[in-house]
């Protein structure tokens, strides 16, 4: 090793290979090294997000011997830390030169260049046996306790926590596993959603909770077991208190990473019909004592809890939605979902203006149906960090089935609709049998 010299590996670390050795070990000829290490936000903006969190992967690192010290790396970008650290050497393998961070690799290079420091490029190491990790990966990642924790951790790692509509496990798997490049990023969905809309139109039941809760929750573990990312429950109002607790334990077991509950009581209505005669809304101090159970109850406390507020759904306008709020976080709501159903987020913009002023402030969720024009980035800006896709999935595929039923039934044969429906191999094949 040579004396004097700072050589910085810019690593995620998220499970080590016999790659990352090889070039840790090359890192060490040409002096100390200083791992940065990638923080959760820099992952998740441009890949998953990993399954050992930034302390699991930094102890790893700090105990190894080809290993001087570790630091943040708070952006995929480099540049803050090089600035910092001006290292002699900053080592990373080839496969950088295309691909997402053949930019960053750009700006490494001009970094360097101020200080005449130099980039090594070690080859890729060749047959490393990815597929058997990631597997590996997979089995931890479906034990409950890992699962449910993966949402808060996706909560403070990201700009804004995307959530779809899951009503069986074909749609859970095209959740999982749908990714899109966008602006040279990976995007994809973080997790599901289990609409009770969804959920019960797919049984043919209305949304008024004639669907009890307990068959809900049992008939999650397909789903659960086709996939690996967090579901969210939707629970309507939770129910009677005294049951809160069979609820809570039966969504953990199955590794449900969220519930959430709203505030409405008497016979259920969905929120987004017209006409909400006869919905009451239930007292704040009766539904906080809700929210107080569940987070007595729960055995995780990265199993969230979130409030969902129905004040604009009943006409009852932005003061009570905020004293709700205010009532809510205090009673320990780990989020709040401010409903609506305007055509604009207007009312829901008016809400968070007003809430991030508050020191009972806690993150904001919307479900973006009836103002579905709302981008993600004007969520952000106005303090939104979770946003749910509440129903398009079943949206989507019943005029689908519907048409294909209608052709069939005009033309008295099924060729007409072949073009418009997946073919038989590869629907055989959807599925993967390993
Ligand atoms: C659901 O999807 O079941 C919801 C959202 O609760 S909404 O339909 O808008 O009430
Ligand atoms: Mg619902």
Not at 8 to 21: K, P, R, T, W
Request: hydrophobic fraction near 35%.
């Amino acid at each position: 090793m040579k004396k004097n010299k700072q050589v910085y590996v810019g690593l995620s670390a998220d499970i080590l290979h016999e790659g990352h050795i090889n070039i840790l070990k090359i890192a060490n000829k040409f002096g100390e090294v200083i791992v940065g290490l990638l923080t959760d936000e820099a992952i998740s903006s441009y890949k998953s997000i990993p399954h050992l969190s930034y302390k699991q992967r930094e102890i790893i690192l700090k105990n190894m011997r080809l290993v001087r010290k570790v630091i943040p790396q708070k952006t995929l970008d480099y540049t803050q830390n090089l600035r910092l650290i001006k290292p002699d050497y900053v080592v990373h393998g080839d496969d950088w030169k295309t691909g997402v961070q053949k930019k960053t690799r750009s700006k490494v290079i001009k970094e360097l260049k101020k200080w005449n420091g130099k980039l090594i490029e070690p080859g890729y190491t060749k047959n490393i046996s990815s597929t058997i990790i990631k597997n590996k990966i997979l089995d931890i990642s479906l034990l409950p306790q890992n699962r449910v924790s993966r949402l808060k951790r996706l909560f403070s790692s990201k700009k804004i926590v995307r959530i779809l509509e899951s009503h069986n496990s074909l749609t859970g798997l095209i959740i999982e596993n749908l990714k899109i490049k966008k602006n040279n990023k990976e995007i994809q969905f973080d997790g599901m959603w289990s609409s009770s809309l969804t959920d019960s139109a797919t049984r043919g039941k209305p949304d008024n909770s004639s669907l009890d809760l307990s068959v809900r929750v049992s008939s999650l573990s397909d789903m659960m077991d086709a996939t690996t990312k967090p579901l969210i429950f939707d629970a309507d109002n939770g129910g009677q208190i005294e049951h809160l607790p069979y609820l809570i334990k039966s969504l953990e077991r199955v590794g449900t990473s969220a519930i959430i509950i709203e505030d409405k009581i008497g016979l259920k209505k969905n929120s987004l019909f017209k006409n909400q005669t006869g919905t009451q809304q239930d007292k704040p101090q009766v539904f906080a004592k809700k929210i107080k159970k569940i987070c007595f109850s729960r055995k995780s406390k990265n199993f969230m809890v979130i409030a969902r507020i129905e004040s604009f759904i009943l006409g009852k306008g932005l003061d009570d939605a905020l004293k709700r709020a205010k009532v809510y976080s205090k009673a320990g709501a780990d989020a709040i979902l401010i409903h609506s159903k305007e055509k604009t987020p207007k009312e829901i913009f008016s809400f968070s203006k007003e809430f991030r002023k508050s020191k009972n402030f806690i993150p904001l969720v919307s479900v973006p149906s009836t103002y579905s024009k709302v981008y993600e980035k004007d969520l952000i800006k106005n303090g939104f960090k979770l946003v749910i896709y509440a129903n398009q999935l079943l949206r989507a595929a019943y005029p689908a089935m519907l048409n294909t039923a209608e052709t069939i039934l005009k033309k008295g044969r099924a060729f007409d609709i072949e073009k418009k429906i997946i073919p038989i191999k590869e629907i055989i094949s959807l599925i993967k049998n390993d």
